[in-house]
């Protein structure tokens, strides 16, 4: 089972990991409330489905070639992408031709990027552990950059007995070209995602991109999570996610 995008974000929130600040729409005018509750001045408005690839997507019969991520810089630009958003077909390299229907959008603070990166948590089946992999391509498909470019991505395996600890983080930290600061605040991170996957029973945990702002301050500005879907009688919140979606 997978859920999206805001809901990821607000489970990562609980464990400690920073997010933009945001909300959900489902229609123009929500939408609109939620920017007006963000200070701006520049909002994202994002298409939630079930599949990456939303930036670059298209929207079967638009009249623009704008995707299904876009910036908006004034309450009237959100409120005008979610109207050309909400209802409409999103085709993406992972939905097939037949595409998904956008019902609901997320809003979202933007934030100054100076660097993109990529980090998961998920469970090797190779060696039955649970393995983190990182990248400096972040904001890409990982498939992609792993057949194009392999030796950019780090994987590390979570030794069972000792969980995740602090050098492995710090590993991944400098594997990834981060110093001063960015070191603490990637260990902070990983712990908070390595408790989010194992205390939700998830089978994925991936923020893509990661991105390190102006301020050296560093951000999930993308959020992803796959669960065991017979683990989830332990954790009705997520269970609720699930159910929400069947009823749209």
């Known amino acids: 089972m997978n859920i999206h995008e805001y809901q990821a974000k ?22 609109l409330d939620v920017a007006k509750s963000l200070p701006g001045p520049v909002w994202v408005v994002k298409s939630q489905i079930h599949a990456g690839g939303r930036g670059a997507g298209r929207f ?20 005008d992408h979610a109207a050309a958003m909400l209802n409409q077909v999103l085709v993406t390299k992972q939905t097939g031709n037949d595409g998904k229907e956008v019902k609901r959008v997320y809003i979202e603070d933007g ?14 089946r190779v060696t039955s552990r649970i393995t983190v992999m990182a990248s400096t391509e972040g904001g890409m498909d990982i498939e992609e950059v792993a057949e194009k ?5 780090i994987k590390v395996a979570i030794d069972p007995v000792f969980g995740m600890e602090g050098f492995y983080a710090r590993q991944i930290a ?39 702002t102006g301020d050296g301050d560093m951000i999930a500005l993308d959020a992803k999570m796959n669960f ?9 919140e997520i269970a609720e996610m699930r159910d929400e979606d069947e009823e749209d």
Request: aromatic share 6%; charged share 25%; with cysteine.
């Open 10 to 31: 607000s489970l990562l929130k609980k464990f400690g990991v920073a997010v933009p600040d945001g909300g959900v729409a489902y229609t123009p005018d929500e939408a």
């Open 60 to 79: 079967k019969g638009g009249v623009s070639d704008e995707g299904g991520v876009r910036l908006a810089k004034s309450h009237d630009e959100v409120k």
């Open 111 to 124: 934030c100054e990027i100076a660097r993109e990166l990529y980090l998961s948590i998920l469970l090797d």
């Open 149 to 153: 470019t392999p030796e950019k991505i």
């Open 174 to 212: 400098f594997g990834l070209g981060l110093e001063g600061k960015q070191v603490g605040l990637t260990v902070k991170l990983l712990m908070a995602m390595y408790k989010a996957f194992t205390d939700l029973d998830a089978s994925l945990v991936e923020v893509n991109p990661l991105v390190v």
């Open 228 to 236: 065991d879907d017979n683990a989830l009688y332990r954790h009705p």
